[in-house]
């Protein structure tokens, strides 16, 4: 173990979700610190196992780090991929090759953060195998007790506005781990920003804004980054009037 940081150089961050992530060198190595809520730091290598995107802006979601390009979870604990692993349907995980991510012990005392020179070893649950190319495509074997396939698509909603004008549009969204809503917004409209709103019921928040007269469609889609299909989807139809 050696010293990397002092411990008031790393703090809680912006909120539980979005610890302050610092990268400093241990050795021959740089690792990520994260201080989590409850105040535990965690080291991890600064790199995606996934396709090798920086980990300085991961985020964490239900305890878990979370990848910002494709929102893979990975236990910060012992570096098992969480999600897609253990979604995947057999034979699946070649395609989604998710590996696992090298996570660090940490000590903190004596004002110190302390992180060991070497990562732990790999997760019991990772087997490299799986993550290999098969010689030959598995016979497709869907488990019976596979979620029922195709999305949900709500009937298309119509909405008015005025050139210029801003509008709100409200999703309703299930906080499942690794899905997020996106948008295929059509010429005449922007989006001006998008959020979720946790305490109104989980509730996904577009703020649109309308360009020339004239009608204009825009397509949300709620699924995760991997997914080939959503599981659901919302059309909305803007008929925008002169100002
Ligand atoms: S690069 Fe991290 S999830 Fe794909």
Same mark, same amino acid.
């Given at each position: 173990?050696?010293?990397? /940081?002092?411990?008031?150089?790393?703090?809680?961050?912006?909120?539980? &979700?979005?610890?302050?992530?610092?990268?400093?060198?241990?050795?021959?190595?740089?690792?990520?610190?994260?201080? #989590?809520?409850?105040?535990?730091?965690?080291?991890?290598?600064?790199?995606?196992?996934?396709?090798?995107?920086?980990?300085?802006?991961?985020?964490?979601?239900?305890?878990?780090?979370?990848?910002?390009? @494709?929102?893979?979870?990975?236990?910060?604990? &012992?570096?098992?991929?969480?999600?897609?692993?253990?979604?995947?349907?057999?034979?699946? #995980? =070649?395609? /989604?090759?998710?590996?696992? /991510?090298?996570?660090?012990?940490?000590? $903190?005392?004596?004002? =110190?953060?302390?992180?060991? *020179?070497?990562?732990?070893?790999?997760?019991?649950?990772?087997?490299?195998?799986?993550?290999?190319?098969?010689?030959?495509?598995?016979?497709?074997?869907?488990?019976?007790?596979?979620? %029922?396939?195709?999305?949900?698509? @709500?009937?298309?909603?119509? #909405?008015?506005?005025?050139?210029?004008?801003?509008? $709100?549009?409200?999703?309703?969204?299930?906080?499942?781990? *690794?899905?997020? =809503?996106?948008?295929?917004?059509?010429?005449? /409209?922007?989006?001006?920003?998008?959020?979720?709103?946790?305490?109104?019921?989980?509730?996904?928040?577009?703020?649109?804004?309308?360009?020339?007269?004239?009608?204009?469609?825009?397509?949300?889609?709620?699924?995760?980054? =991997?997914?080939?299909? %959503?599981?659901?989807?919302?059309?909305?139809?803007?008929?925008?009037?002169?100002?």
């Amino acid at each position: 173990m050696r010293p990397v /940081l002092r411990s008031d150089e790393l703090s809680a961050g912006v909120s539980p &979700t979005q610890p302050e992530i610092r990268r400093v060198s241990a050795g021959e190595t740089d690792v990520l610190l994260a201080r #989590l809520e409850g105040g535990r730091v965690i080291a991890f290598t600064p790199t995606c196992p996934h396709q090798d995107t920086s980990l300085e802006d991961a985020t964490v979601w239900d305890g878990s780090l979370r990848c910002p390009r @494709h929102l893979y979870l990975y236990d910060p604990d &012992t570096g098992e991929n969480i999600l897609p692993a253990r979604d995947a349907l057999p034979g699946t #995980l =070649w395609k /989604l090759r998710p590996g696992y /991510l090298s996570v660090y012990r940490v000590e $903190e005392r004596e004002g =110190w953060i302390w992180v060991a *020179g070497a990562p732990e070893p790999p997760p019991a649950t990772y087997d490299p195998d799986q993550e290999r190319r098969p010689s030959r495509p598995p016979e497709p074997d869907a488990p019976a007790n596979a979620a %029922p396939t195709g999305p949900l698509v @709500h009937p298309s909603e119509e #909405l008015g506005a005025t050139a210029g004008e801003e509008l $709100e549009v409200e999703l309703a969204t299930s906080l499942r781990p *690794g899905y997020l =809503w996106r948008g295929e917004v059509g010429d005449g /409209l922007v989006v001006v920003s998008q959020r979720i709103d946790p305490g109104s019921g989980a509730t996904f928040r577009v703020r649109i804004r309308a360009g020339d007269p004239g009608e204009a469609t825009m397509r949300w889609i709620y699924a995760r980054p =991997w997914d080939v299909e %959503p599981a659901e989807v919302r059309i909305f139809v803007v008929r925008i009037a002169p100002s």
